[in-house]
């Protein structure tokens, strides 16, 4: 049994706005899809690391990856969604993964993921006989909006927040019960949803809100934040051990 990573990266970004695809948006002086691949390359744990883009996809070979050595992997296999993307990404890693090793399939946008993150869901999920996703327990009040004549987003009930999560990713299946469960429902918005569909339900292992998917421009500078944050407290923690 062996674990591998799967990084779907064939979308436009939309949301943010502008001509380059989002995850290749500077942050922290790289590519928003490198800091999401370093997190996964650092962990030993993990053979390889898979990434799917675009066919036509002419961004990547401007950028050096050679950072992230020897087990990053590209699969020009992209769809035109995010289940697309993976479960053709799962049918190509099918020549170096067996059916029962573990398949972690993260968001190029959660550039914020760290190696305790993965470990944590590796940890957790890992002994769970369906598998798990990381996830926040949702701490806001939440408002289901009404369908208003006048254009107005109006407020028709509140939601209760007990036992609801936010889901995160990575996500991390068996392959072949993942890609099994995204044939059988291609519809999904993420991988759990498919695994749900066949009667399973995947352990929750609890995350933390730094985990966050950069959707909108502003997400970008939170990251940034949260990057500079970071390399000062790793700065600190160098002086006092020097």
Not at 70 to 87: I, P
Not at 165 to 177: D, E, S, Y
Not at 231 to 237: C, V
Request: hydrophobic share 50%.
């Amino acid at each position: 049994m062996a674990y591998f990573a799967l990084v779907p990266a064939a979308g436009s970004g939309a949301r943010m706005g502008g001509g380059m695809p989002k995850q290749y948006l500077p942050l922290a002086g790289r590519p928003l899809i490198f800091h999401a691949l370093a997190a996964l390359a650092a962990m030993v744990a993990i053979d390889k690391v898979f990434v799917v883009l675009a066919p036509d996809d002419t961004e990547w070979q401007r950028h050096d990856w050679s950072e992230l050595g020897a087990r990053l992997e590209v699969l020009r296999c992209g769809g035109d969604t995010r289940a697309a993307s993976v479960t053709q990404g799962l049918r190509a890693m099918r020549r170096d993964v067996a059916p029962e090793d573990w398949v972690l399939v993260h968001d190029a946008a959660r550039a914020c993921l760290t190696v305790d993150h993965v470990a944590k869901l590796i940890s957790e999920a890992g002994v769970d006989p369906v598998g798990g996703i990381l996830a926040m327990p949702l701490a806001d009040t939440l408002k289901q909006a009404s369908e208003s004549g006048d254009g107005v987003a109006r407020i028709a009930t509140t939601v209760p927040r007990d036992r609801l999560w936010q889901a995160q990713t990575p996500q991390m299946f068996r392959h072949g019960m993942l890609l099994d469960a995204l044939e059988f429902a291609p519809a999904v918005t993420d991988e759990a949803s498919a695994i749900e569909a066949l009667g399973l339900k995947p352990r929750l292992v609890a995350a933390d809100v730094t985990n966050f998917k950069v959707t909108y421009p502003i997400d970008l500078q939170l990251a940034e934040v949260i990057f500079a944050s970071r390399a000062a407290t790793a700065a600190a923690n160098l002086q006092e051990v020097s």
